[in-house]
């Protein structure tokens, strides 16, 4: 392997380097030219890196991925988590290329904070569609939306897990939120519980429904000292209004 092939490895975080540096000599020695790209994304790529919390997310592209390729990494792949790096995404050039109407979120995600450490920077000219984006949005929160009513037909009765069931419910749509806001053309913060409040502006939402579900500790079945049921309504309708104003953009 020439270590010249490795770029941009000082614009990492100085804990980043030391463990992603051995392990990225080490793949390459492994795949040696069947790799396209590699790149690292996400806190690891920058100043939101916490040394002893966070992972180290990284995807390998290769020219084609047959089983072997896996397998010849097993014992990289297997060291490298014991230092906080998360198994790599194995992709091929053709299967994102494929994919981007499916995973637009997630590739846009990439694409907005990366680090190119080898090869060709693939991300650079990856084009992700608003319409796939809107549809991904609309597809998780009417998701949602049924799942919520589901799970209230199944426990409503006893309410046990319900206030558990909406927090996750509002955790795992934050990134979709954050997606909304670039449909509508703006840049969305860094902060959850400021994206939850420009979301709620930019579709006319109440914010005292979502901002006491997130902020919410307890495990009492109550949110902000209401009755978990009184908040389930609420946030249905919430969600419900939130549906049709993606359906209407």
């Known amino acids: 392997m020439e270590n010249d092939k490795i770029i941009n490895i000082e614009k990492l975080p100085q804990e980043v380097q030391k463990?992603?540096?051995?392990?990225?000599?080490?793949?390459?020695?492994?795949?040696?030219?069947?790799?396209?790209?590699?790149?690292?994304?996400?806190s690891a790529t920058g100043k939101n890196y916490i040394p002893k919390t966070s992972d180290i997310n990284s995807v390998f592209v290769f020219k084609?991925?047959?089983?072997?390729?896996?397998?010849?990494?097993?014992?990289?792949?297997?060291?490298?988590?014991?230092?906080?790096?998360?198994?790599?995404?194995?992709?091929?050039?053709?299967?994102?290329?494929?994919?981007?109407?499916?995973?637009?979120?997630?590739?846009?995600?990439?694409?907005?904070?990366?680090?190119?450490?080898?090869?060709?920077?693939?991300?650079?000219?990856l084009e992700i569609k608003g319409e796939h984006i809107r549809l991904f949005c609309e597809q998780q929160i009417k998701g949602k939306l049924i799942r919520i009513r589901q799970a209230y037909l199944e426990v409503g009765l006893k309410k046990k897990g319900m206030e558990a069931l909406l927090k996750e419910s509002l955790?795992?749509?934050?990134?979709?939120?954050?997606?909304?806001?670039?449909?509508?053309?703006?840049?969305?913060?860094?902060?959850?519980?400021?994206?939850?409040?420009?979301?709620?502006?930019?579709?006319?939402?109440?914010?005292?429904?979502?901002?006491?579900?997130?902020?919410?500790?307890?495990?009492?079945?109550?949110?902000?000292?209401?009755?978990?049921?009184?908040f389930i309504e609420k946030y249905l309708d919430q969600i419900k209004k939130l549906a049709v104003g993606v359906d209407n953009l």
């Open 19 to 42: 463990k992603f540096l051995p392990f990225l000599k080490t793949m390459l020695d492994i795949h040696h030219d069947h790799l396209v790209s590699v790149f690292i994304y996400g």
């Open 171 to 230: 955790n795992s749509l934050i990134p979709v939120f954050r997606n909304l806001i670039r449909l509508k053309g703006n840049q969305p913060p860094a902060e959850k519980e400021e994206i939850i409040k420009q979301l709620c502006r930019e579709f006319e939402l109440d914010e005292d429904v979502f901002l006491p579900v997130y902020k919410d500790t307890s495990n009492d079945e109550k949110i902000a000292n209401q009755d978990i049921i009184v």
């Open 64 to 125: 084609d991925l047959p089983f072997l390729s896996l397998k010849n990494s097993l014992k990289a792949v297997s060291k490298g988590i014991v230092q906080k790096i998360a198994a790599p995404l194995f992709l091929t050039r053709g299967h994102i290329e494929t994919s981007l109407d499916v995973f637009p979120i997630e590739f846009l995600d990439m694409k907005e904070n990366y680090c190119l450490l080898y090869g060709a920077d693939i991300l650079a000219t």
